[in-house]
């Protein structure tokens, strides 16, 4: 066999170096290493320290804005109690001018009352009187009331001189507009039923001597726009009977 060819099988050689032991050298790197990671972390920290420091006001600053903030507050302040104040003014004013409105509508009926009355009077002075016992109508008012309910209130009353009672029916129609047309509907038929006391009649009975309240809560129905009422009152005296007829406009609703 030729020794040239022949070829060793085993593990494989590989080149070592001698280097010499030296722990100074080695705990001197480590310790460099460690310094310049300390280096790094305390310029990190004054830099972050630095820039917050440049945030920060200075005590001149700081006081200005104080003295705004105390400033703005105060006005703040002000503009409230401004604020209350015009509200609360406001508020007497509406509630003022809501009592001047009724009181007005008041004295507008009764206004209106004391013309009828007036126009009474005249027809009794007359000799061809076919009311001799003045029966009139006095004040007469429609206020709101929860679920648009309303309170019908009418007075009729004898403006005659005398003790003689009077004594008949009174038949109340309202009259307005529905869906583009006139319509009467009488007042029994838009009253409120209650449990506790008897539905009221087409013809209304009367029985006073000096005058007699119609007070009574009703429904208007959907779309309809009431404009005014038709009265007529009819005496049961057999002797003189007497009948009067009238119409009185709608009032605003109080």
Known sequence: M????TKVKGSPVY???VVPHRPLKNAFMTLALLALIGAALIATYFYALNQASRERLSPQEA??????LEKLT???SESKRELAKFQLSAEVDRQAGEELRKRVMVLRDEK?????DVEVYRILT???STNPMGISFGIFSVSALADSKKQFKLVVQKLAEGDDDFSGQLR???VGQKDGSETKISLHELTVSKIDAEPMAEDIPLNFKFFQNIDTEIVLPDGFVPAR???AVKSSSRRNPVTVESELEWPEIK
């Open 2 to 5: 030729n020794p040239a060819k």
């Open 15 to 17: 080149r070592m170096k």
């Open 63 to 68: 006081e200005e804005l104080r003295a705004q």
């Open 74 to 76: 105060q006005e703040a």
């Open 112 to 116: 209106a009352a004391l013309q009828r």
């Open 126 to 128: 007359s000799k061809k």
């Open 172 to 174: 109340v129609f309202v």
């Open 229 to 231: 009422v038709e009265l």
